[in-house]
């Protein structure tokens, strides 16, 4: 079974500090993608990453960087963290380019910034 | 625009009442619809893929169906631990993006 984890499920940061998420899977994907997921508006893409060092933005990556130094892993980081980007956030992977690819998803983090 | 909606927002049914529930896409050359669903609190947990209209599937008391501008999945005789909210992503072509509704929130009543 394919298994994405995430460092933590919980996450409470004060405003202006430099926050990371961390996502790990074990199924040798290519593809891993950072969402967040708020009431009423659905999963919205923050950034995209097709392979080691590659990444691409998603439809909101202001506020937001990424780091992929490893193929299993895959970091979100916000800079200056935010009330606004309290959220729930979530990691997932999938195999890249072999047609249809569903993704597999973590158990998410949900990050409270005071 | 490629586009995903998913109705309704909300359904209560009581255990047995079977219904469906609904996602139109509007996406040139689709090469997969999936099915996830998602507990609270939790990541989305995948159910089906369907790639072609026509094309069904089943597990348990779910059944997906494709055509060529929606979906639906059919949940029989449901249990209360059928509540959860039911989301649906399609594949456009050239991209191992998803684009994903903002889903349909089941409770199961007793």
């Known amino acids: 079974d394919v298994k994405v984890t995430q460092s933590s499920r919980y996450l409470v940061k004060r405003t202006g500090e430099k926050v990371f998420l961390e996502c790990v899977q074990d199924m040798d994907h290519e593809n891993m993608f950072w969402y967040r997921q708020d009431p009423g508006l659905g999963l919205r893409l923050i950034y995209f990453s097709y392979d080691v060092k590659m990444k691409e933005k998603g439809d909101i990556p202001e506020g937001y960087s990424v780091s992929r130094e490893k193929k299993e892993r895959f970091s979100l980081i916000l800079e200056s963290a935010s009330t606004n980007q309290t959220s729930m956030y979530l990691c997932?992977?999938?195999?890249?380019?072999?047609?249809?690819?569903?993704?597999?998803f973590g158990p998410g983090t949900r990050l409270t910034v005071l | 625009e490629d586009q995903v909606t998913q109705s309704p927002e909300a359904l209560r049914l009581q255990e047995g009442e079977s219904s469906s529930l609904n996602c139109s896409y509007t996406v040139s050359g689709l090469r997969g619809l999936f099915w996830y669903r998602q507990d609270p609190g939790k990541g989305p947990e995948f159910l089906f893929t369907l790639y072609s209209a026509g094309e069904e599937k089943e597990k348990e008391r779910l059944k997906a169906t494709l055509t060529k501008k929606e979906s639906f999945l059919h949940i029989t005789a449901p249990k209360p631990e059928d509540s959860a909210t039911y989301l649906c992503?399609?594949?456009?072509?050239?991209?191992?993006?998803?684009?994903f509704g903002t889903g349909t929130r089941l409770q199961v009543f007793p």
């Open positions: 992503a399609v594949q456009a072509p050239n991209t191992d993006k998803l684009i």
């Open positions: 997932a992977s999938s195999p890249r380019g072999q047609g249809v690819n569903e993704q597999f």
